[in-house]
């Protein structure tokens, strides 16, 4: 172990209260004496308040009340790491080897009657989640990293829609998961304003040796969901949409990411809502028709029309394949 996972063991073996030897220490952790009493020595330094008793059943022990210190976590704090962990890395977190690493040290130094209640609660704690193609955590570190340390980047970017890769100039604001994806906000330089991109059509990314500025107090959580969602204001430039369906289906649709922000009016059997012309008829004709014919669009006649086709396309696609 490194110098710094050796000190750190140090104070989970004496937060047990118990007086411990550098003898005993030397053994726990299979270092030389000397190296214990040199870790002990910068941890004091540090200011972690070590006592030292000489004699017969002398030894190391913490100061109670450093036992208690934030450095320590309780069970329901080590258990809500561990199944937080569980989430972030089914999400592709970038830093997954490290974060495996802390979860093993948090079990190691934990006493046992706190490992094996940890150990019932992780058995059955599971998270689901699409895999990820591992190609992208070298990209998502590199994009983290950047974000932290504000350093332009260059990468071959394709669009959703397009079958070639453009090569863009960004300054990453923030990292963003949202719906099984991760997407990076960021000052695109080609069109001069931010815009949020999808992580898994970075093809190649490159460091540049150029800094930027953060706006002030710039969120990308809200400048994302901003970019998806209408505000008060751009409501009435929007199409108004009027769907009727059983009590069920109104209310899952007044919970989806795609309307819950767009409700003008709901009752038991219909739903008003106001949407952009492109989400109406480029995101929310999808999303319908996995209801079939569980719902009815009274309005607009624009977004029956293109359900329709859209529903006619793919008849002719799959009778004729």
């Given at each position: 172990m490194s110098k710094a996972d050796n000190m750190l063991a140090i104070l989970w073996l004496l937060k047990s209260e118990k007086k411990m030897t550098a003898k005993q220490l030397s053994d726990e952790l299979e270092i030389h004496i000397r190296t214990v009493y040199r870790y002990i020595d910068a941890l004091c330094a540090?200011?972690?308040?070590?006592?030292?008793?000489?004699?017969?059943?002398?030894?190391?022990?913490?100061?109670?009340?450093?036992t208690k210190a934030p450095l320590?976590?309780?069970?329901?704090?080590?258990?809500?790491?561990?199944?937080?962990?569980?989430?972030?890395?089914?999400?592709?977190?970038?830093?997954?080897?490290?974060?495996?690493?802390a979860i093993t040290k948090l079990k190691t130094y934990t006493n046992k009657e706190q490992l094996s209640q940890i150990n019932r609660h992780e058995a059955h704690f599971d998270v689901i989640n699409p895999s990820k193609n591992s190609v992208h955590e070298s990209v998502l570190q590199v994009l983290e990293v950047s974000v932290a340390n504000a350093c332009t980047l260059q990468m071959d970017?394709?669009?959703?829609?397009?079958?070639?890769?453009?090569?863009?100039?960004?300054?990453?604001?923030?990292?963003?998961?949202?719906?099984?994806?991760?997407?990076?906000?960021?000052?695109?330089h080609l069109r001069e304003e931010i815009r949020s991109f999808r992580v898994d059509r970075i093809h190649v990314l490159y460091r540049t040796e150029l800094q930027f500025e953060r706006p002030?107090?710039?969120?990308?959580?809200?400048?994302?969901?901003?970019?998806?969602?209408?505000?008060?204001?751009?409501?009435?430039?929007?199409?108004?949409?009027?769907?009727?369906?059983r009590p069920r289906i109104?209310?899952?649709?007044?919970?989806?990411?795609?309307?819950n922000q767009s409700i003008v009016e709901q009752t038991e059997d219909t739903l008003h809502i106001k949407m952009h012309e492109s989400t109406l008829h480029d995101f929310a004709p999808y999303t319908l028709l996995s209801?079939?014919?569980q719902l009815q669009?009274?309005?607009?006649l624009s977004l029956r029309e293109r359900l329709s086709c859209i529903a006619a396309e793919l008849y002719e696609h799959y009778r004729t394949v």
């Open positions: 540090s200011g972690v308040p070590i006592v030292s008793d000489s004699g017969h059943n002398g030894g190391y022990s913490l100061l109670h009340n450093f320590f976590f309780d069970l329901n704090e080590q258990k809500a790491l561990i199944h937080a962990a569980k989430f972030a890395q089914e999400a592709g977190y970038p830093f997954g080897d490290a974060l495996s690493q970017y394709q669009k959703g829609n397009s079958e070639h890769v453009q090569t863009r100039r960004i300054d990453p604001y923030g990292l963003v998961y949202w719906k099984g994806n991760w997407y990076i906000t960021a000052y695109c002030p107090e710039f969120n990308a959580r809200e400048h994302f969901l901003n970019m998806l969602l209408p505000d008060e204001e751009q409501m009435e430039d929007m199409v108004s949409v009027r769907i009727q369906a109104i209310n899952y649709l007044a919970d989806h990411w795609l309307f209801y079939g014919q669009i009274l309005e607009p």
